[in-house]
Each structure stands twice: as structure tokens, then as C-alpha cells.
């Protein structure tokens, strides 16, 4: 550990800081309706695609009404991305000559983008055309990024409304989020990464001639319009098969720094966005609280275990941390702190392979996901996901007084709390079910190319990868067979949605509540105890659930490497 390292970490968090404000002010504009300064350019537009679609955006709708929209939104994108998968060899864009993908691989894939997982059992390189790239994949990753935004804004829009019945258009939210919020930053952020290096092209793949004489093809095609969009929509799926590690994917130190803080900004922004909408930016404040703690808690972990190598490393005389499976043009602290920040955020990409960390460095991404990545997390996915655990710890608080749990003016009632914790036991149902399957079952156990607590962590994390909406994954585990493309699909899916239901209806039992003053009862939300509460909460939660299971993998791998025993 370095003082440059500890610098590059602290001026990240500066930045994103620094960022919420501003950015939090914009988007409450764009999902008040309120006029901003792209208005005069994209408001004719918006216009049309309502006049088109049949969409009135002064008609809003109820919680049931706004989720159903959203379901059947992302069947459509489901058929759009299977179909482009298994027809590609007959659909144009298509240079190298992709065959059609098989079924459960398409399956996966389709379920996979439209959760915004990205979760990818194939290598982009060679396995897809340009077009379903950039018609499948990369026009999903703006929808789905929307999709969890505008679910954030309603569950905001919940606590912020009194004796309501409605809470938005999901038509007029996911447009006004894609067209005035992602596509303007993309644009912008896809000319900065051509600048930096990355291709943009339809052309024909590239044939080079090496020094030894052999003949190499390079892979191209548009990559740069997609990794803008993976990166600020927590998307995570790359062109490429080693993602962000790819040179064209990452070629510079100034991409890297700028790819890490395209995957926070806009989850951070949302805290303030809160805060502007229940009336009280404290509000929001204290919720990036949260997530910091949390997020520093990691990557000092990370940093320490990664910079500190392992006991085997030390008795060959090497001291200089751990370097196995990262790029030496990043080195350990960017590629300890990407790791991070991709997990907290429900984002996946990686500039380093998360199978090579040491066992306590790989832990903490693990840890991270399986949290319900509410570290920022997802863009509006952590942000709604951290609301659940902020009602939990608000209740507990309420228990401890004596009254009922009261949070931004809302009361806290039964229904508010048993939505909560369904959609929070979502997670280890799917992680824990489908890994206790995984490692008894003779094809899925074939797949695992490490024996011992590495493989179970392998299937862990696979599944805890899935079911939390990431998309990362530990090298080593085969997915790419029927049972691992399907039960991640399901993992997938009931990870996603499962979690969305409960949600929303706590945000359309909140609206028709009325606003209740603060009073001398009332739990303080804006303060140190209660960030150390909610933090608590989480922990508490998370341990429980998961430290069985994280004690067969990578604790129990670590102490068996200060032993002497490597997997």
C-alpha cells in the first residue's frame, strides 16, 4: 500500500462527490418534467415519440399499472435480443461470418441484458455479429439502465407523495431518462474514449502480420458507443471476452480512471435526488454516507490483501503485492479499486481477472454482490435496494423506541416491512438454492477447473454474480452448458424482477400515505447514529445470510494458504 495508491482512491471519492450535487439537481428536472437546458433541442422529440407511441405523459399511473408496463417492456426486449441471436447469420453486419448462437446460450444472453446483468457465457469477439452488438446488446444496455433509474425515481416519488395514487408514467420516465439523461452523456463519452484510443467501426476485422510472420486477426467494430453506455449504465458486458483488461477496451490510464467514475456517478447522483424530492438534500446526504462507509470498508480490504500478496508469494522473495491476472498499465491499486467499484455498483465489467485476487482480496467483490450490490450499486437498482434496508433499520429503530417507525414523514407500517424482506430474500434463495445444486450435481461439478474452497467459490460466485445483477465472474468455472446457461437465466431473472415487485408496491403503499411532521419521537435520519444503524443492519443481515458459505470458500482458502495448501 502507497501513498500515491491511497491518493488515486481518495481523489476518486472527491470526484464523485463533487459530482452528485450538480447532477442530482439535473435529474430531478428531467423526472419533474421541469424544463432543462436540452429542453429546447430534445423537448420536439419527446414530444413526437409520445405522438407516435399513443402515450399521454399527463396521465400517470398506479404502482400495479407502472410495474406491469415495465414487465411487458422487457419481454419485447427479450424476443428483440434472442431473435438477433439466433438469426444473426442470416442478418447483416456481420464481417466474420458469426454463426447463429445455440439456444440456451441466447436464452442466457437475452435474460441476461434485459436485467441488466450482462452476464456473458461467450466471448463478444467470436461469438457475435456487429449487428446484434449494437441492436441486441447495446440498445438493451440503454433500456435497462432507464429501466432501473425510473423504478428508483417511483419508489423516490413514493416517500415524497402524500394520499397519492399514482406514481408516474413508466412510458414518459424511461423516455425522458434515455433521451435527456444517457444518450447525451454517451455521446460525449464515446468521442472521449475514441480520442483515447478505443475503435468505432463497421469495417472488416484487421489482418496483421507479426514479427515471427504468422498471420493474427485483430478484432474491431463498435465498441466505443458500447462500453460508454456499459460503463454509465452498470451494465458491464464488453465487446470483448477480457473486458476492460482489453487494450481496446481500456487503453489508458485516463479511461480506466474515467470508466470507474462513469459506474458510480449516476447511482451517487440519485441519493440527491432523493434528497431534493422528500424536501431535505440531509436526507440524501446520509444515504451516501452509507454506501461510503461501506465502499471505503472494501476497498481497503481489497487494497491491503492485494497489495500484501500471499504467504507463498513472501517466502519466494516476492514482496511487491500480488500482480497474477492484472494489467501491469493499471497495476494493483486501480485494479483493486475497479474491482470495487464494480461490485458495490452492479456493474461487472473488469480490468482484472477476480479469479487470480488472493482469497480475502477476491472476498470483498463477493461480499459486495451479495449485499444486493446497494454500494451505489446498480443505476437506481442500489438506490432502491438501499431504501429497503433503510425501512428495515428504520423499523428496528421504531422497535427500540417504543413507536411506529417513521421515515421522511412516512410510517413505516407491517405492509412496508414484509415487502422489504421479500425482496431482500430474494438474493440468498437464488445464490444459495442454485450453488447447493450446483456443487452436487455431476455435469455442473465437471465444469469447475479448480478443486477445493477455490471451485466452490468459483459457483459461488457465479451465482451470486446472477442472481445480484452483476455480470463479473470468476475465471475457471465452464458456463457455457445447458445447466449453467439456464439456472443462471432463472437467477437472472427472479434476481431482478422478483426484487422489483415488492418494491414498487411499497412505493404505491407510501404515495397514498399522508405526510406526518416530525416530532420529539421521531428517529433522526439525517445523522451518524443512524448511518452507523443502517450500516449495522446490512452487516448483520449479510452475515447471517452468507457467512456459511463464505467460510467454505474464500476464508477457509485463506487460512488453508497461511498452511501451506494452494487450490
Known amino acids: 500500500m502507497t501513498v500515491i495508491g491511497w491518493f488515486q482512491i481518495i481523489l476518486y471519492c472527491a470526484i464523485i462527490v463533487a459530482l452528485t450535487k450538480p447532477l442530482g439537481w439535473y435529474m430531478t428536472r428531467v423526472f419533474n418534467g421541469e424544463r432543462t437546458v436540452l429542453s429546447p433541442v430534445l423537448r420536439p422529440i419527446e414530444a413526437a415519440l409520445y405522438w407516435i407511441s399513443g402515450v399521454d405523459e399527463r396521465r400517470e399511473q398506479h404502482w400495479l399499472t407502472y410495474t406491469i408496463a415495465m414487465l411487458l417492456f422487457h419481454v419485447g426486449g427479450f424476443v428483440i435480443i434472442y431473435g438477433l441471436m439466433r438469426l444473426q447469420a442470416l442478418l447483416p453486419f456481420n464481417p466474420a461470418g458469426m454463426s447463429a448462437v445455440a439456444e440456451d446460450l441466447s436464452f442466457n444472453t437475452a435474460i441476461s441484458f434485459i436485467t441488466n446483468t450482462n452476464w456473458q457465457n461467450?466471448?463478444?469477439?467470436?461469438?457475435?455479429?456487429?449487428?446484434?452488438?449494437?441492436?441486441?446488446?447495446?440498445?438493451?444496455?440503454?433500456?435497462?439502465?432507464?429501466?432501473?433509474i425510473v423504478l428508483a425515481v417511483a419508489?423516490?416519488?413514493?416517500?415524497?407523495?402524500?394520499?397519492?395514487?399514482?406514481?408516474?408514467?413508466?412510458?414518459?420516465?424511461?423516455?425522458?431518462?434515455?433521451?435527456?439523461?444517457?444518450?447525451?452523456?454517451?455521446?460525449?463519452?464515446?468521442?472521449?474514449?475514441?480520442?483515447?484510443?478505443?475503435?468505432?467501426?463497421?469495417?472488416?476485422?484487421?489482418?496483421?502480420?507479426?514479427?515471427?510472420?504468422?498471420?493474427?486477426?485483430i478484432a474491431v467494430g463498435p465498441v466505443a458507443s458500447q462500453v460508454a453506455i456499459k460503463m454509465l449504465g452498470t451494465n458491464g458486458g464488453g465487446s470483448f471476452n477480457a473486458n476492460a483488461a482489453h487494450p481496446f477496451e481500456n487503453p489508458t490510464a485516463l479511461s480506466n480512471f474515467v470508466q470507474m467514475l462513469s459506474i458510480f456517478v449516476l447511482g451517487a447522483a440519485l441519493t440527491n435526488v432523493f434528497g431534493r424530492m422528500v424536501g431535505n438534500q440531509r436526507q440524501g446526504w446520509a444515504v451516501l454516507a452509507v454506501m461510503g462507509v461501506l465502499f471505503i470498508a472494501g476497498v481497503t480490504v481489497a487494497y491491503w490483501a492485494e497489495a500484501n500478496g500471499t504467504s507463498t508469494l513472501t517466502s519466494l522473495g516476492?514482496?511487491?503485492?500480488?500482480?497474477?491476472?492484472?494489467?501491469?498499465?493499471?497495476?494493483?491499486?486501480?485494479?483493486?479499486?475497479?474491482a470495487v467499484i464494480t461490485t458495490a455498483a452492479s456493474c461487472g465489467a473488469v480490468n482484472a481477472m477476480h479469479d487470480s485476487f488472493t482469497a480475502l482480496g477476491g472476498m470483498i467483490p463477493l461480499i459486495n454482490i451479495q449485499l444486493g450490490e446497494i454500494i451505489v450499486g446498480g443505476v437506481g437498482a442500489g438506490m432502491f435496494g438501499m431504501l429497503l434496508f433503510v425501512i428495515l433499520a428504520i423499523f428496528v429503530a421504531g422497535l427500540m423506541v417504543g413507536r411506529t417507525p417513521e421515515y421522511v414523514g412516512k410510517k413505516i407500517e407491517a405492509r412496508e416491512v414484509k415487502m422489504a424482506m421479500l425482496a431482500i430474500l430474494v438474493l440468498p434463495l437464488m445464490i444459495l438454492g442454485w450453488t447447493a445444486v450446483a456443487v452436487v450435481l455431476p455435469p455442473a461439478v465437471a465444469s469447475m477447473a479448480n478443486a477445493g474452497?477455490?471451485?466452490?467459490?468459483?459457483?459461488?460466485?457465479?451465482?451470486?454474480?446472477?442472481?445480484?445483477?452483476?455480470?463479473?465472474?470468476?475465471?475457471?468455472?465452464?458456463?457455457?452448458?445447458?445447466?449453467?446457461?439456464?439456472?443462471?437465466?432463472?437467477?437472472?431473472?427472479?434476481?431482478?424482477f422478483l426484487m422489483i415487485i415488492p418494491a414498487m408496491a411499497i412505493a404505491g403503499s407510501l404515495a397514498e400515505k399522508k405526510s406526518i411532521p416530525p416530532s420529539m419521537g421521531t428517529f433522526p435520519t439525517t445523522g451518524g447514529l443512524f448511518v452507523g444503524l443502517v450500516v449495522g443492519v446490512i452487516l448483520i443481515i449479510g452475515g447471517l445470510t452468507f457467512f456459511p458459505a463464505l467460510a467454505l470458500g474464500p476464508i477457509v482458502e485463506h487460512l488453508a494458504m497461511n498452511a501451506g495448501d494452494l487450490f
Open 453 to 496: 474452497p477455490h471451485g466452490f467459490s468459483e459457483v459461488l460466485y457465479a451465482y451470486s454474480s446472477q442472481a445480484g445483477n452483476n455480470g463479473s465472474a470468476f475465471a475457471g468455472l465452464t458456463g457455457n452448458i445447458p445447466f449453467y446457461n439456464v439456472t443462471g437465466g432463472l437467477a437472472m431473472f427472479v434476481g431482478r
Open 318 to 338: 516476492l514482496t511487491g503485492g500480488n500482480m497474477e491476472g492484472k494489467e501491469v498499465r493499471f497495476g494493483i491499486v486501480a485494479s483493486s479499486l475497479f
Open 155 to 217: 419508489l423516490i416519488r413514493g416517500f415524497a407523495r402524500a394520499s397519492m395514487r399514482t406514481i408516474g408514467n413508466f412510458w414518459v420516465d424511461v423516455t425522458r431518462c434515455t433521451l435527456y439523461i444517457l444518450l447525451p452523456i454517451c455521446v460525449v463519452y464515446a468521442l472521449f474514449l475514441v480520442w483515447q484510443g478505443m475503435p468505432q467501426t463497421l469495417g472488416d476485422y484487421v489482418e496483421a502480420t507479426t514479427l515471427e510472420g504468422a498471420r493474427q486477426t
Open 122 to 148: 461467450y466471448g463478444g469477439e467470436s461469438t457475435l455479429s456487429y449487428l446484434t452488438q449494437m441492436v441486441g446488446l447495446t440498445h438493451q444496455n440503454f433500456l435497462s439502465a432507464a429501466t432501473g
